[in-house]
C-alpha cells in the first residue's frame, strides 16, 4: 500500500482510509500552523481543531515532503520504530528522579524535523545575539560597579534577593573576560508569525548533547531530504566553543578543560557524557577533582594533573561546600577562591542565575536602551513582576489569560512553586491565587500567555498499516556560545520540544518529546569538522594518561561485577541442570550446591538445606534470580554492571552499553511479566539463565577486545581477575570439602563451573582421576580458568598498573601466590599426618591444595583493599602532581 507523504500532510488521511486514524492536519485555532505557514486567529481562547478545507503547504514543507518521495503508514511506521531503537541501542536516556519505572528512560524523538526558513532564522540570530550581549553586560555591572542598582533600573530583590546571587563573585573579573559562554533562549512562534522570548537559561543550560544526538539521527533517516533542503551544519560552532575556552583558560592553547557533572542520577547525564566525548573534554564529577593553592587538579591513577577551564552542568550552589551549600557533596571544595585568583575558567561564570527568573524580563527592554543604546529585536512576552504594586495591579485582573510563575527556582527555594495556567484554574483557584500574589508579591511574576506554534509530527496507529500526521505545540530552544571576548555565535539549529498529546505545554518532564530543527541556509554550508588540524605532543600525552580516580573505581568494580554476575549466572544454572538432571540424590553433590548458593547468597539463609527439600529450595533459588534481598543475586549483579557501567558511560561503546542493558532488562521483563516470582518455572528460568549467558559472553568479549588498553582498561581486567580468583578457589575448597568431586556427577559439575569441560575431555578423555583434575583447574597455564592463569595474569596486570620495568613484580603483585611454585606432585601427596595416599581415600585429604586455595581466596580479598587505598583516593599529603 502506497501513498504520497505529501498528499497525506495536505490532507491529513492517505488512501485508503481505513488504514488511518482519521483526524485534522491543520493546527488548532489560535496557533500558528508551522506547516502551512498560516498564522491562526488572534483569539486566544482555548484551541479546538479545525476541521476547515487547509491551505496549501508551506514551500519548504513542500520540498521536505518531495524529497522523501512516496511512504506509505507502513513505511514511515518503520522509520519512527527505527528511529525509537536507534535511540535504545545507543543508550540515549532522560533520566527522570520520580519516574517510577526507573532512574532512565529512553530519549523520545520525533520523525519529523521543526524546519526554521532563513528568513526566521535571520530574525532569531540577530536578536539571540543581542540578548546574550545584554546579559553579559548586565553580569558585568551586577558584579561590578552596580549602577544598575543604584539608578533603580533593577529592582534589589530580583538580584541580591536571588539565591542565584552569588556575593562571593562581586568584583572578581572573570578569566577570558567573559562570563557567558553558553546562553539558551526559548523562543515560542506566535500566532501573528513572530518569534518571542519565553525564558533564557544562562546557570547551566541543557539541551547541547541531545542537539547532536537528534541531528544524528533525523539526517541518516532523511539523507537526501537533509541535503537537499540545505540544512546548515553545527561542529564549526560547536569547534568555535572549544577553541575559545581553551584559549581563554590561563593554560592557553594547550589548556586541559574538563566538563563537571553532578552524575549519572543527574536527569540529563547521558548529554554530558555524549557532549564531553564529542568536544574532546574530560568528563568529571565533583569528587575526582581537588583544589591545591588556589589551584585545581583532576585526581588521576597517575597523580593529580592541572585543570585550567570547566564547562559545568552543575547548579552554583553545589559547586563548593566551603562557600556555598555545606551539604553539597557534588562540588569542589575551594573552588571559588581558585576562580577568584584567576586559575580556573568557569563556563559560565558562577552567579549567573538570577538572570534565569521570569521576572527578568520585563526590565530587559529598559535595560537594552541603557545599555546598548537599542531596542530589543525579540520581544518578550509580556511580563508583570508583582513585586511592584503598579504592575501587581496591572496582572491580578489578568490571571485567567495569563501564566503564573515562581520569581524564585522552583527547586532548591522555599518560595518557589511549578508555573500553572490561569485558562486551566477554576475561578475559586485564580482567587486562591490572587490572594497569595497579594500577600507574597515578590514570589510571583505573571506572563502573558501566547499559543505555541504547531508543528507535524508522525503518529503510528493501531496497525502497523495505519498512522497520521498530527499537529503538536512546540517551543524552540536555541543557543547562544562564546567563539571570543565578548563575542558570541548562535547555533544554526536547537532542540525543538514537543509537547505531549494535545497539551499546551512543551516539557520533557510532562512526557513530552523532542526534535531535530534543520536552519536552511542560501549560503555555503559549513562543513568543519571538531577533528583537530594538528596535535601538541603536550596535547597527545595527556590523552594517554588521563584516567580519573573515580573512572578508575567505577572500572574495577564494573569488572568485579561483571565477572560476579557471569559467576552466579554460571552457578544458578548448574544448579537447575543437577536438580532436574539423572544425580538428584547426589548427597556430596547436593552438600556442594547447597554451599556454594549459600556462600553466594543465591538462596537466602534460612531456605531448608537442599537435602532435606530438594523442591522448596528450587523454587527459592528460581524465586531469588531477581530478587532484591539477596545482595549477589543474579538481578542485583547485573543492576551492579549497569550502574557502575552508566557511571563510565562516556568509555564504553554503544554495543558494550547496549549488551549491559539487555541483559539487565531481560531479566526484569521476564520476572515482571508474572503476578509473583514464584510463577516462573524451573525449565523457564533455566533459558532465561542460558540467554543471559550468551549475553554476558558477549559483555566479556567487548570488555576483552574492545577497549583501550590503558590503565582504566587494566582496572578493569584487575576487578574480572580478582572476582575470578576468590569464585574458583572457593568453588574447588568447597568441593575437597564436600567431597563433590569423588564422585562422577560431582567431579563433571565441578568442570563445568570452571567453563573448562571440552577443554577436560579433549586432554583427559573420560578419567575422573583427582591428578587429571588438579592438572587443568589449578596448574594449566594454558587454561583461562585455571587458578594458575588467573593468578599469573592478576600479578603481571598488578605489575603493569604500578609501572614496574619488565619482568619486573610490584609489592602488591607479591600479595598473591606464585604459581611457578606450585606443582602437581606436591599438590597431590600424601597426607602429612596419616601418611595414607592422599587420592586413596573417599575424600582426598589435600592439605597443600587447601592451603594454596586458601592463600588464593586471601589475596583476592587483600588486593581488593590494597587497591582501594592506593588508587582510588588522593587524601594524603604527599601525592605526586602532574604538571602538564
Known amino acids: 500500500m502506497s501513498g504520497d507523504l505529501k498528499t497525506l500532510a495536505q490532507a491529513a488521511v492517505p488512501p485508503p482510509p481505513a488504514a488511518v486514524d482519521a483526524a485534522p492536519s491543520r493546527a488548532a485555532s489560535g496557533h500558528f500552523d508551522e506547516l502551512r505557514a498560516v498564522a491562526g486567529p488572534a483569539d486566544h481562547a482555548r484551541p479546538t481543531p479545525d476541521t476547515s478545507q487547509a491551505p496549501a503547504l508551506a514551500p519548504h514543507w513542500a520540498r521536505f515532503f518531495d524529497h522523501l518521495g512516496p511512504q506509505s503508514p507502513r513505511e514511515l511506521n518503520a522509520k519512527a520504530s527505527r528511529l525509537e531503537r536507534q535511540l535504545r541501542d545507543n543508550g540515549v536516556t532522560y533520566n527522570v528522579y520520580a519516574d517510577a519505572g526507573g532512574p532512565q528512560r529512553p530519549w523520545s524523538l520525533d520523525l519529523f524535523p521543526f524546519i526554521v526558513t532563513p528568513q526566521s532564522w535571520q530574525k532569531i540570530e540577530a536578536g539571540v545575539r543581542q540578548r546574550v550581549r545584554l546579559l553579559e553586560h548586565v553580569l558585568d555591572d551586577t558584579y561590578g560597579p552596580q549602577q544598575l542598582l543604584k539608578r533603580a533600573l533593577l529592582p534589589p530583590a530580583l538580584v541580591q534577593g536571588h539565591p542565584g546571587y552569588m556575593r562571593a563573585m562581586r568584583d572578581v573579573d572573570p578569566v577570558g573576560a567573559t562570563r557567558l559562554h553558553i546562553a539558551a533562549f526559548d523562543l515560542a512562534h506566535g500566532p501573528d508569525g513572530n518569534w518571542w522570548i519565553v525564558s533564557q537559561r544562562t546557570q547551566a543550560p541543557s539541551g547541547l548533547g541531545y542537539l547532536l544526538e537528534n541531528r544524528l539521527a533525523i539526517s541518516r533517516l532523511f539523507p537526501e531530504a537533509f541535503e537537499h533542503m540545505r540544512a546548515q551544519r553545527l561542529a564549526g560552532v560547536y569547534r568555535a566553543l572549544v577553541d575559545n575556552l581553551k584559549a581563554a583558560s590561563p593554560g592557553g592553547r594547550d589548556s586541559h578543560i574538563a566538563l563537571l557533572t553532578p552524575g549519572p542520577y543527574n536527569e540529563t547525564y547521558f548529554e554530558h557524557a555524549y557532549l564531553a566525548r564529542y568536544l574532546g573534554l574530560t568528563l568529571v564529577q565533583g569528587g575526582d577533582m581537588v583544589v591545591r593553592d588556589e589551584r585545581l587538579y583532576l585526581k588521576t591513577l597517575r597523580g593529580l594533573v592541572p585543570v585550567h577551564g570547566l564547562l559545568k552542568r552543575l547548579d552554583d550552589p553545589f559547586l563548593d561546600p566551603l562557600e556555598l551549600r555545606p551539604d553539597s557533596t557534588l562540588g569542589i571544595p575551594g573552588l571559588l577562591q581558585a576562580v577568584r585568583a584567576g586559575n580556573v575558567l568557569m563556563a559560565n561564570a558562577p552567579g549567573s542565575a538570577f538572570l534565569e527568573s521570569p521576572a527578568l524580563l520585563g526590565f530587559l527592554p529598559a535595560l537594552s536602551r541603557h545599555l546598548l543604546g537599542e531596542e530589543l529585536q525579540l520581544p518578550s512576552l509580556a511580563t508583570w513582576w508583582c513585586g511592584e504594586r503598579a504592575a501587581m495591579d496591572a496582572a491580578l485582573p489578568r490571571l485567567s489569560a495569563c501564566a503564573i510563575k515562581s520569581t524564585y527556582p522552583p527547586a532548591g527555594d522555599a518560595r518557589g512553586f511549578q508555573s500553572v495556567l490561569g485558562r486551566d484554574l477554576s475561578p475559586r483557584e485564580l482567587d486562591e491565587w490572587a490572594g497569595r500574589i497579594a500577600l507574597h508579591g515578590d514570589d510571583h511574576t505573571v506572563q502573558s500567555y501566547l499559543p505555541l506554534s504547531q508543528v507535524p509530527t508522525w503518529q503510528p496507529g493501531a496497525g502497523p498499516d495505519s498512522g497520521q500526521i498530527v499537529p503538536r505545540s512546540a517551543m524552540l530552544r536555541v543557543f547562544a556560545v562564546s567563539d571570543g571576548e565578548k563575542s558570541w555565535q548562535v547555533i544554526p539549529g536547537g532542540m525543538a520540544r514537543v509537547a505531549h498529546n494535545r497539551a499546551e505545554i512543551a516539557a520533557m518532564q510532562r512526557g513530552g518529546s523532542s526534535a531535530d530543527v534543520w536552519v536552511m541556509t542560501p549560503n555555503a554550508i559549513d562543513r568543519t569538522t571538531l577533528l583537530p588540524p594538528a596535535l601538541t605532543v603536550a596535547m597527545v600525552a595527556q590523552r594517554r594518561r588521563l584516567v580519573t580516580s573515580r573512572g578508575a573505581e567505577n572500572l574495577y568494580w564494573l569488572g568485579r561485577y561483571t565477572e560476579r554476575a557471569e559467576n552466579t549466572i554460571a552457578l544458578a544454572r548448574l544448579t537447575i541442570e543437577c536438580l532436574i538432571g539423572e544425580d538428584q540424590t547426589c548427597p556430596s553433590l547436593l552438600a556442594w550446591l547447597d554451599q556454594m548458593a549459600r556462600f553466594n547468597t543465591l538462596v537466602l539463609p534460612d531456605v531448608p538445606a537442599l537435602t532435606q527439600s530438594r523442591r522448596v529450595f528450587e523454587r527459592s533459588l528460581v524465586a531469588g534470580l531477581v530478587g532484591d534481598q539477596l545482595a549477589s543475586s543474579v538481578g542485583f549483579n547485573l543492576r551492579a554492571v549497569r550502574s557502575a557501567g552508566s557511571a563510565v558511560r562516556e568509555r564504553l561503546s554503544y554495543e558494550h552499553w547496549n549488551l549491559i542493558e539487555r541483559a539487565d532488562s531481560e531479566l526484569v521483563q521476564a520476572f515482571s511479566a508474572l503476578s509473583s516470582p514464584a510463577d516462573f518455572g524451573t525449565l523457564d528460568a533455566l533459558d532465561m539463565l542460558k540467554r ?188 605526586k602532581s602532574v604538571v602538564a
Open 692 to 879: 543471559l549467558g550468551r549475553h554476558m559472553a558477549a559483555i566479556t568479549g567487548a570488555q576483552t577486545d574492545r577497549m583501550t588498553r590503558d590503565d582504566g582498561w587494566r582496572l578493569l581486567s584487575i576487578g574480572r581477575h580478582v572476582e575470578r580468583l576468590g569464585f574458583l578457589a572457593s568453588s574447588l575448597s568447597a568441593g575437597l570439602e564436600t567431597g563433590s568431586v569423588c564422585n562422577d556427577a560431582g567431579f563433571e559439575a565441578m568442570v563445568a563451573l570452571f567453563d573448562s569441560t571440552i577443554s577436560f575431555h579433549a586432554q583427559f578423555q573420560q578419567s575422573r582421576e583427582m591428578l587429571a583434575l588438579v592438572d587443568l583447574l589449578v596448574l594449566n597455564r594454558d587454561n583461562p580458568r585455571s587458578l594458575a592463569w588467573v593468578a599469573h595474569t592478576l600479578r603481571g596486570r598488578l605489575a603493569k598498573l604500578a609501572g614496574s620495568e619488565p619482568n619486573e613484580l610490584s609489592p602488591m603483585s607479591l600479595q598473591v601466590p606464585d604459581p611457578a611454585t606450585w606443582d602437581l606432585a606436591t599438590l597431590c601427596a600424601a597426607d602429612p599426618q596419616t601418611g595414607a595416599p592422599a587420592l586413596a581415600t573417599p575424600i582426598p585429604s589435600l592439605p597443600l591444595l587447601q592451603e594454596v586455595l586458601d592463600q588464593c581466596w586471601q589475596a583476592a580479598h587483600d588486593v581488593s583493599e590494597r587497591i582501594s587505598a592506593t588508587y582510588f583516593t588522593h587524601s594524603g599529603s604527599a601525592e
